[in-house]
């Protein structure tokens, strides 16, 4: 029997999920691919493979699929990996950069313009380079593992942040924006949480209705409980790769991303929905389907 093909967003904030697969029991057992989070939809879109982590919003824009339950990547408050990076206060900005590898970041982003900081900016698309995105634009949205960067970076360099800014400090060169006395940083999760004090879900596990098993649920079940019980060892692994150190990425991967589907999650990722609907992102907010979780999963 042929593999199921499974598609995989490469940044670490997935790694705990896919650990199983990757460097655990179940390696072998699926096709992996690994590709930033627009590519993974599109993969899935395409029928290039059989599931998917996907960004949330995109499970609006898919046909006969389903969710697979308990598992996510999400976060409860800041999430350090989703930025809008701005040369001016967010409320002064005319035109924002979308980073080009995103697809429910850029939507949050957009419902934060129209119903938190009260603006109507031109959206651009960019590739994820932040001074490049600045020359262009007031404000960029940055998104995954480029964004931790900036974000440990900026915590090593700047000065204390006061009302979301951070004043130039250290090493002028190694500022991640030349040229720039001071940087207005804005966490999406943290002002998408002041804004409808819910989570943010920003990624689940999409796939083919006919594809999705009661053992290819229990499989990425154990997968994501394999990974949660080595979060050390995966920011160990990681910390050589980012080049960040790797006490930092065991505390993002703790402390700010969530891989559950509670009933908070679950309500936040609703209203999302909801929020994408009224501002013309997606055709309407139907009703997530959620395939069965095995009977030792119940309750996750």
Not at 187 to 209: I, K, Q, S, Y
């Amino acid at each position: 029997m042929a593999k199921l093909r499974v598609s995989v967003v490469e940044y670490l904030n997935t790694a705990p999920l896919v650990w199983g697969f990757t460097n655990g029991p179940l390696a072998g057992r699926y096709e992996l691919s690994f590709a930033v989070p627009s590519v993974c939809a599109e993969q899935l879109r395409r029928g290039e493979v059989d599931l998917g982590i996907i960004p949330a919003i995109e499970y609006q824009r898919l046909e006969g699929t389903a969710v697979l339950p308990g598992m996510a990547v999400a976060a409860k408050e800041a999430v350090r990996s989703i930025l809008v990076v701005s040369r001016v206060p967010i409320e002064r900005a005319r035109r924002l950069a979308l980073d080009a590898s995103s697809r429910s970041s850029q939507a949050l982003v957009r419902i934060l313009c129209a119903e938190r900081w009260g603006i109507q900016p031109e959206f651009v698309s960019a590739q994820p380079d932040v001074p490049a995105m600045l020359r262009d634009a007031d404000a960029a949205l940055l998104i995954g593992d480029p964004a931790l960067r900036i974000d440990v970076q900026l915590a090593q360099l700047a000065a204390k942040p006061r009302d979301g800014e951070y004043c130039c400090g250290g090493d002028p060169k190694q500022w991640p924006v030349a040229g720039l006395e001071s940087i207005y940083l804005y966490d999406v999760a943290h002002e998408w949480r002041e804004l409808t004090g819910l989570p943010c879900v920003l990624a689940v596990w999409v796939g083919r209705r006919e594809a999705i098993t009661a053992q290819v649920v229990a499989d990425f079940v154990a997968s994501k409980e394999y990974g949660l019980a080595r979060i050390g060892e995966i920011a160990e692994a990681a910390a050589e790769k980012l080049e960040l150190p790797a006490a930092e990425l065991e505390s993002y991967l703790r402390d700010n991303i969530d891989f559950g589907l509670d009933a908070e999650n679950r309500a936040g990722l609703e209203s999302y929905f909801r929020k994408a609907a009224a501002l013309g992102l997606i055709p309407q907010a139907r009703a997530v389907e959620y395939a069965a979780a095995p009977a030792a999963a119940k309750g996750m």
